[in-house]
């Protein structure tokens, strides 16, 4: 699959600024990146990911990382060690379900920018914004041509 003729900058756009709205009431970070396909263990992939974005150095530790490989439909939900001694895998793989459904219907945009929403109704609830709070990871969206492929 050509990644780049479904995230278009447009798709991109509105996935950043659902990632802007969900970390607007949290001091967490949420990034999303896609990948044309996962030729690996999908957590392995995400994991790899994770730390090539440096999520691992937010303050609190409370990065959670969407990671989609649309070509082979493969996906991942992963939060810091801040985040994961709150929240339970079941409601990571709640919010996966939600996000392939709208996948299986063709919907990737749609299932991204309600993934990043329920990911951050979620996150509000355990981190919530800080006086001092800022902006310790970009909102981009990244895939494969931001990281190398290489592990």
Not at 18 to 46: F, N, P, Q, W, Y
Not at 129 to 148: G, Y
Request: charged fraction near 30%.
């Amino acid at each position: 699959m050509n990644i780049d003729s479904v995230i278009t900058e447009e798709v991109k756009q509105h996935i950043e600024e659902a990632i802007r709205l969900a970390e607007a009431g949290t001091s967490a970070e949420v990034r999303v990146h896609i990948e044309d396909e996962c030729k690996e263990d999908v957590l392995d992939r995400a994991a790899y990911i994770f730390s090539e974005l440096e999520m691992h150095k937010t303050a609190l530790r409370n990065g959670v990382l969407i990671y989609a490989a649309l070509g082979n439909k493969k996906m991942a939900i992963l939060g810091d060690a801040g985040i994961n001694r709150h929240m339970q895998q079941q409601e990571w793989n709640t919010i996966k379900e939600h996000i392939l459904e709208q996948f299986r219907l063709g919907n990737i945009e749609a299932g991204l920018v309600t993934g990043v929403k329920d990911v951050g109704e979620k996150i509000k609830l355990l981190f919530p914004i800080q006086k001092d709070d800022r902006n310790e990871l970009p909102n981009r969206v990244t895939t494969n041509k931001d990281v190398q492929h290489g592990k």
